[in-house]
DNA sequence: GGTAATGTTAGACT
DNA sequence: TAGTCTAACATTAC
């Protein structure tokens, strides 16, 4: 799995349904390299007799307030990353579990992450963090005006703007490739070439699978054949007409789509 | 054992 | 200045 948006979506709900309330006695790291900009020792410290007060998202980003004012702690998840709640004395610690929060109750959240491309770090709120990392607007939350004046305002391959984080927060390589599928885009169509009439069906597409797939916390493929994410492999066959996927680069992503479906207009990068 | 997979970012380029 | 592009990072499966 590769936490996009409704991914970590999925993570916000498991996060309300377990440990959220739960007070910190103690943290534990494994790996400081998850740690961005903050210590273990220091990591320890801010938590130590706080509780996980409540949780928000935004974009890739879970944001988790603690009891203690004006002190969120913040994941990402790389491509590998998820949380795991368990029984600390009679579960396993889950294998690559890089922060562990033991509570009070006896259980613990792990911030899991095979390959170190997430990070855990903290915040004295998420507006500050959004600010300073430059992050645009969340992808399911962004209203069409915005979004469309957003993307106007770039130059380069849709898909380059629709996966850039500081343009629209929450979408991926995956997602990516998905909303471009059902909004009949070729993935390098050169945004200039778009009309706002156009742009705003890409916010319709990109609301509408963004909203499923979160709903169902990432698992967009088992919902429906349709959707282009079960198909998106190297033989694999348009869910639409059948046609075999084409692959290319676009920003040194792997990237599949339907040449019949999203054809070229003549005007891609 | 080389390559591909992924998200972010530093640094180069325009 | 600011948007765009490229390469590198980490780890594992094939």
């Known amino acids: 799995m590769m936490p ?60 988790v ?67 300073r990392k430059a992050l645009g607007p969340d992808a399911l939350d962004i209203g069409q005006e915005l979004f469309v004046s957003r993307l106007r305002s770039r130059r380069g391959a849709v898909k380059s703007a629709l996966t850039n984080q500081s343009v629209v927060a929450g979408i991926g390589n995956i997602y990516g490739d998905e909303i471009l599928f059902q909004a009949q885009l070729h993935p390098k169509t050169k945004l200039t070439t778009l009309s706002r009439s156009d742009l705003r069906d890409l916010h319709t597409a990109t609301h509408q699978i963004l909203q499923v797939a979160a709903d169902n916390g990432g698992q967009i493929e088992e919902i429906s054949d349709q959707y282009f994410a079960g198909h998106r492999e190297d033989s694999g066959a348009c869910p639409r007409c059948g046609t075999q996927l084409s692959q290319i680069k676009v920003n040194n992503r792997t990237t599949y789509f339907c040449e019949n479906c999203q054809p070229k207009t003549g005007e891609t990068t």
């Not at 990402?76 to 368990?86: D, I, K, N, P, V």
């Open 4 to 63: 996009e948006l409704p991914d970590v979506a999925g993570f916000l709900s498991y996060l309300n349904a377990t440990g959220l309330h739960q007070t910190i006695c103690r943290t534990t790291v494994t790996d400081k390299r998850a740690l961005e900009d903050i210590s273990a020792r220091a990591l320890a410290i801010r938590l130590k007799q706080t509780a996980l007060k409540s949780a928000r998202r935004h974009g890739k980003y879970l944001f």
């Open 65 to 131: 307030e603690l009891t203690r004012a004006d002190n969120w702690l913040v994941f990402h998840f790389g491509m590998t990353g998820h949380l795991a709640y368990y029984k600390a004395a009679s579960t396993k610690q889950p294998e690559h579990a890089r922060v562990i929060l033991f509570f009070e109750n006896g259980y613990a959240l792990a911030y899991v992450c095979q390959r170190m491309l997430g990070r855990v770090t903290t915040t004295p709120s998420p507006d500050e963090f959004i600010t």
